[in-house]
């Protein structure tokens, strides 16, 4: 499965646009002048599979987030002080990482990493909120 990742997401990818992510960042509890903040940033992507393990680092102007994990292997992350168990799999071409909270007040939610044409789509799903970003692949 780690190569089906690779394949699809290795590479560096640049957000080309964004739909309701100020309402997904609302939903998670980030405060006003935050969320105009993050709203901004044109964060990059770095996706990298090295045999059974793949790493995501996004990084914008102001924070560089990482982790790194095996598929089917729950991790914890944690940002902004908000810790989240996260288990990752792989299904239907997809990168699907579940977030459940750790004695924070952020919901549930599910993020879908997934290639459309030459387009990573990136969704997050959050109580009734749909966010959706879209990168462009810059490099492998």
Do not use: Y
């Not at 729950?74 to 902004?80: A, N, P, T, V």
Request: with cysteine.
């Amino acid at each position: 499965m780690t190569d089906e990742v690779k394949q699809h997401f290795a590479g560096k990818w640049s957000l080309e646009k964004s739909e309701n992510f100020e309402d997904f960042l609302k939903e998670v509890g980030v405060n006003f002048f935050l969320r105009k903040l993050a709203a901004r940033g044109t964060p990059v992507q770095t996706i990298t599979v090295d045999e059974d393990k793949i790493g995501i680092a996004t990084a914008t102007a102001f924070h560089t987030q990482s982790d790194a994990f095996k598929l089917g292997q729950e991790f914890e992350e944690e940002r902004q002080g908000m810790k989240m168990k996260v288990l990752p799999k792989w299904e239907d071409n997809k990168l699907i990482m579940e977030k459940f909270p750790i004695d924070s007040p952020v919901k549930p939610h599910k993020v879908f990493r997934e290639k459309v044409g030459e387009t990573m789509l990136m969704t997050i799903e959050i109580g009734n909120v749909i966010c959706k970003r879209w990168f462009k692949k810059l490099e492998d």
